[in-house]
């Protein structure tokens, strides 16, 4: 069973930076997708960065140039880095580990939160 630990959140100020860190247990980490989502009071779960096993990534346009995925396949380890925080970047944010044909395997963390205000 693939568990997932996120870490790194909490209050931080507009402008200021915090990295999240995601560790997946077991030995299925380096062939996964890695993502983060995030989800905003009132509003939907959305998408905010992924990483292939190839290190391919992709990122939602509103943190394109701000936020930073990257992984570390030895730890087993997801990280988040985000800079230049908006207020609107508040959310839980979520880790998500995704495997294809023929596991078919969706886990997610438990979720962190990020806060950003003065």
């Known amino acids: 069973q693939v568990q997932l630990r996120e870490s790194g959140g909490g209050l931080v100020q507009p402008g200021g930076s915090l990295r999240l860190s995601c560790t997946a247990s077991?030995?299925?980490?380096?062939?996964?997708?890695m993502g983060w989502h995030r989800q905003a009071p009132g509003k939907e779960r959305e998408l905010v960065a992924t990483?292939?096993?190839?290190?391919?990534?992709d990122y939602t346009d509103s943190v394109k140039g701000r936020f930073i995925i990257s992984r570390d396949n030895g730890k087993n380890t997801v990280y988040l880095q985000m800079n230049s925080l908006e207020s609107e970047d508040t959310a839980v944010y979520y880790c998500?580990?995704?495997?294809?044909?023929?596991?078919?395997?969706?886990?997610w963390g438990q979720g962190t939160l990020v806060t950003v205000s003065s």
């Open positions: 077991g030995s299925i980490f380096s062939v996964a997708t």
């Open positions: 998500k580990l995704s495997v294809g044909w023929p596991r078919n395997l969706e886990v």
């Open positions: 990483i292939t096993s190839l290190l391919g990534t």
